[in-house]
T-cell receptor, first 114, second 112 residues
């Protein structure tokens, strides 16, 4: 089982719609969760961090964390063509042999079409 | 500098040569990560430094790869006897412990 799993997509949504990106993780002691956006040919860029259960909103982005279900999601409201990118879920482990290590999922490709 | 700085931005080397890639993290960041990303692929973890602790080298693909971090700051990733399969973008990131990590612009390595 991969430590962090995401659907690779591609996920295609129309402009103005809500894009929903999902991620599950295997380590129950994970404590820090992040979403990165990566445009083709560029480095990953941090867009959201979340550390406790519930929702966290920042502009058009909402991160949701459910530690009991080991699930973290990212909602993008009013999706724009400029949101088209690969979205990477990342987790920092708080125990075991991977203590403090930042682990990434394989990424979900999002395409927002006009 | 304000961000993570990597050098060189691009490196073309001949098969069998050694290369050194440099990462200058954000000042004060205790954690430093190296990843590799091949074309169209995800991030492959290589190595992780946290303060003065022994580094987590579990992602290094072979003994041709090594990394060090001097004085808790600058890190160098060394690849000996480069092979064509080493061609990729090498990314460095730094963070405070258990918080947001920020990436450098990467080094694109091409082995010919």
């Amino acid at each position: 089982q991969k430590e962090v799993e995401q659907n690779s997509g591609p996920l295609s949504v129309p402009e103005g719609a809500i894009a929903s990106l999902n991620c599950t993780y295997s380590d129950r002691v994970s404590q820090s969760f992040f979403w990165y956006r990566q445009y083709s040919g560029k480095s990953p860029e941090l867009i959201m961090s979340i550390y406790s259960n519930g929702d966290k909103e920042d502009g058009r982005f909402t991160a949701q964390l459910n530690k009991a279900s080991q699930y973290v999601s990212l909602l993008i409201r009013d999706s724009q063509p400029s949101d088209s990118a690969t979205y990477l879920c990342a987790v920092i482990n708080a125990g075991g042999t991977s203590y403090g290590k930042l682990t990434f999922g394989q990424g979900t490709i999002l395409t927002v079409h006009p | 500098g304000a961000g993570v700085s990597q050098s060189p931005s691009n490196k073309v080397t001949e098969k069998g040569k050694d290369v050194e890639l440099r990462c200058d993290p954000i000042s004060g960041h205790t954690a430093l990560y190296w990843y590799r990303q091949s074309l169209g692929q995800g991030l492959e973890f290589l190595i992780y430094f946290q303060g003065n602790s022994a580094p987590d080298k579990s992602g290094l693909p072979s003994d041709r790869f090594s990394a060090e971090r001097t004085g808790g700051s600058v890190s160098t990733l060394t690849i000996q006897r480069t092979q064509q399969e080493d061609s990729a973008v090498y990314l460095c990131a730094s963070s405070l412990s258990f918080t947001e990590a920020f990436f450098g612009q990467g080094t694109r390595l091409t082995v010919v």
